[in-house]
Nanobody, 117 residues
Framework: HVQLVESGGGSVQAGGSLKLTCSAS????????MHWYRQPPGKERELVAN???????EYIESVKGRFAISQDKGKKTLYLQMNSLRTEDTAVYTC????????????WGQGTQVTVS
């Protein structure tokens, strides 16, 4: 089974930047979609950005032009570059492998806190 570990969260002032990293214990390649989720305090978890298996990317409207998802397949690492951060970006950010073939590659990280003040 795959293990995912996020890092790079922290506290930043509005307008600042952070880069989140998600490290996988196993090679994922194109077997899964790679997702970044976030859950703001008191709210539902939402999908922020994702890589589809064909390499295309999707973002929720509120982060378009500010966030960028990327991956280094050779190093089994997923990134989320977050620029022009806003207070409403405050959340626990979690990476996940989804819609995997085989399904045993589906996994969730433990999450990393991002606080924007």
């Amino acid at each position: 089974h795959v293990q995912l570990v996020e890092s790079g969260g922290g506290s930043v002032q509005a307008g600042g930047s952070l880069k989140l990293t998600c490290s996988a214990s196993s090679f994922i390649g194109s077997n899964c979609e790679m997702h970044w989720y976030r859950q703001p305090p008191g709210k539902e978890r939402e999908l922020v950005a994702n890589f589809k298996k064909d390499g295309s990317t999707e973002y929720i409207e509120s982060v378009k032009g500010r966030f960028a998802i990327s991956q280094d397949k050779g190093k089994k690492t997923l990134y989320l570059q977050m620029n022009s951060l806003r207070t409403e970006d405050t959340a626990v950010y979690t990476c996940a492998t989804r819609k995997c073939m085989p399904w045993t590659l589906n996994a969730w990280g433990q999450g990393t806190q991002v606080t924007v003040s």
